[in-house]
């Protein structure tokens, strides 16, 4: 199978990893979708293909975009240029400000180097 293709069981995943974060059981989301739990069963297990319809209905009631399917076990964030932090102080301010205990701390130490920077 290619990479570029989602699998059933990485669908079924999906539904699953879902449905458990909204607290429902396999008759639960069975009975809203108009199948049987078998069925949610074999879906969540990757052992049945959904079909269209069913991948929307499942999606409307499990409250996700019915593409949202299509990219399970993908990453959702792009990966940021690292930045280039060239000297020795600019190391140290960033390993002390990571080291500040309280997002106060941390936002009074921006606050001063912001100060400083405009003089």
């Known amino acids: 199978m290619p990479a570029d293709i ?8 999906a539904i699953r990893k ?8 396999q008759e ?5 979708v108009g199948v049987s739990y078998q069925q949610i069963q074999r879906y969540e297990s990757g052992y049945s293909m959904l079909n269209v319809e069913n991948i929307q209905r499942i999606a409307k009631t499990l409250q996700m975009p019915a593409t ?12 940021e240029t690292p930045l280039p932090y060239g000297s020795q102080e600019e190391k ?4 002390h400000f990571r080291d500040l205990p ?3 701390d941390r936002s009074l ?3 001063i180097i912001r100060k400083m920077a405009r003089k």
């Open 102 to 104: 309280t997002k106060t």
């Open 68 to 79: 949202s399917f299509f990219t399970a076990g993908q990453p959702h964030a792009v990966a």
């Open 28 to 32: 639960q989301l069975a009975e809203r």
């Open 109 to 111: 130490a921006i606050s």
């Open 6 to 13: 989602i699998t059933s069981g990485e669908m079924g995943e």
């Open 18 to 25: 879902r449905r458990k974060e909204l607290g429902l059981s």
């Open 92 to 95: 140290s301010l960033l390993r």
